[in-house]
């Protein structure tokens, strides 16, 4: 696994719009190398801000839209449109504005489909295998890039501290009692996040500070999942300055003044 790069950006707004601009980079980086790209959505404010960013960037067209794969890396077990769904918020903000394959925006399923939490897991984790390649060296691809908001506990996707999901090996899993509702969720885990390229953890707030600053000096998982949070060649730690205060002031680079 790579060691974390940090990189500070002076508020929340800065974050998303530099966010935004790099996420455009690297997928054109990656279509122009081998002809599409995959990237792994996050939810919570700062990513939908992230989206949002993109939809809004002159930049964004020269993205090949019809050759991305856009996956999530967790999602709420609520019906399809629900407003507190990761899906519904990633398609207002960026996805029903630019021109995707519907073949390749793979979506969590909720209650609504007939499934289980468990059912939608599995078939989850079906949907990967399928989209995995020899190079893949698993049962999920090697994602370009990963992208992960952070709760003030450090829980990335739906793995909360201490929760036995944390210790589970299969690529997807039904999360029941989630501490922070709704309380089912479906979530990739660790050992699907660590064969990603790259990792980015994206943290806005001074209530993230603490667990930012655990999760860089190496916290195990269990107490903090975000610790666990590591891309296979890169890992960036995209914060504003309220998240890095509590950082040493050697591991991050302030990026906007």
């Known amino acids: 696994m790579s060691v974390p790069t940090v990189i500070i ?11 935004a601009a790099r996420v455009i980079t690297r997928m054109v980086d990656d279509q122009s190398a081998k002809g599409s790209a995959s990237l792994v ?14 939809a809004a960037s ?5 993205v090949d839209w019809r050759n991305l794969d856009v996956w999530w890396g967790d999602e709420r077990f609520l019906p399809s449109g629900d407003p507190e769904r990761n899906e519904t918020g990633a398609r207002e903000a960026l996805l029903d504005h630019v021109d995707l ?19 939608s897991a599995e078939a989850y ?9 020899p190079e893949d060296h698993g049962p999920a691809p090697s994602f370009d890039v990963l992208m992960l908001g952070m709760g003030p506990d450090g829980h990335v996707a739906s793995l909360f501290p201490g929760m036995p999901a944390l210790y589970d090996t299969r690529p997807v ?4 009692g989630s501490p922070k509702p709704p309380p089912t969720r479906i979530s990739l885990t660790l050992p699907v996040i660590q064969g990603a390229r790259e990792v980015w953890v994206i943290a806005a707030g001074e209530e993230k500070a603490g667990p930012v600053r655990l999760a860089l000096l190496d916290s195990g998982p269990m107490q903090v999942p975000a610790a666990g949070a590591r891309g296979r060649q890169r890992t960036l730690f995209l914060l504003d300055r309220a998240a890095a ?12 003044p």
């Open 41 to 54: 959505l996050t939810g919570g404010t700062v990513g939908l801000a992230t989206l949002a960013e993109i």
């Open 125 to 133: 984790a079906e949907e990967l295998r399928r989209a995995s390649r």
């Open 173 to 176: 899993v039904a999360v029941h």
């Open 9 to 19: 950006h002076r508020d929340a707004d800065v974050l998303a719009k530099a966010v």
């Open 101 to 119: 394959d519907p073949a390749r925006v793979h979506v969590m399923r909720g209650p609504d489909s007939g499934m289980t939490a468990e059912e």
């Open 245 to 256: 205060s509590k950082i040493p002031a050697s591991l991050g680079r302030i990026s906007s």
């Open 58 to 62: 002159p930049a964004r067209d020269a």
